[in-house]
């Protein structure tokens, strides 16, 4: 695998990863919703956290290339006829 594979490969585990840690807060969102937390936090914080880790997920796991191209540039290749006449 090239250098840039392995980039858009990483882009994507960081993206189930978050949507991993967004499905978990899911779980705290129904925890505090049913009184099973004793501070005073708000359900809906959870469930927005929630949505905003599943919509970034859902970026870096669908567009990964798109991203990676962005940021990380492969080097232009040069037309075959050319590396022949090089001897390359």
Same mark, same amino acid.
């Given at each position: 695998m @090239? @250098?840039?594979?392995w980039f858009c490969l990483s882009l994507r585990i960081i993206g189930v #990863?978050? +949507?991993? @840690?967004? +499905?978990e807060m899911l779980g @705290? %969102?129904?925890? /505090?919703a049913h009184g099973h937390s004793g501070s005073g936090y708000? *359900? #809906? %914080?959870?469930?927005?956290q929630? /949505?905003?880790?599943v919509v970034i997920a *859902? +970026? +870096?796991?669908?567009? *990964?290339?798109a991203l990676a191209r962005m940021v990380y540039r492969q080097p232009e290749r040069k037309p075959a006829a050319e590396t022949e006449e090089n001897g390359l």
């Open positions: @090239s @250098s840039f594979q #990863w978050t +949507l991993v @840690s967004g +499905l @705290s %969102a129904y925890n /505090v708000d *359900a #809906w %914080a959870f469930v927005n929630t /949505v905003f880790h *859902a +970026l +870096l796991i669908g567009l *990964a290339p």
